[in-house]
């Protein structure tokens, strides 16, 4: 079993930036992929980027070249560093992570982005 627990949302205006962090219970290093989701209201929820266990990053279009994630093995973490915030990332950021066919999700931090 393996825990995770996101932290560092909060309110910022729309241009603004925040950290989150997803730390784990245990060790990362072996974890293929870690990823950032997010669900807003009454919408789905949504990709928002991966990293993989060699340092693979990839994003969702709606994202891209605003968001950056990454992953520090020795801290048993993996951020995702957002800019340029708009309204419309509003959201509960999750953190997943996939090891073989086992998946483990954290409860989520929320990002609010006030015009």
Known sequence: QM??????????????????S?????????I?????YRQAPGKQRDWVATITDNGTTTYADHVKGRFTISRENVKNTVYLQTSSLKPEDTSVYYCYARKGLTSYWGQGTQVTVSS
Do not use: N, P
């Open 22 to 30: 997803c730390t784990a219970s245990r060790s990362i290093s072996s």
């Open 3 to 20: 825990w995770l627990v996101e932290s560092g949302g909060g309110l910022v205006q729309a241009g603004g930036s925040l950290r989150l």
């Open 32 to 36: 293929q992929s870690m990823s950032w």
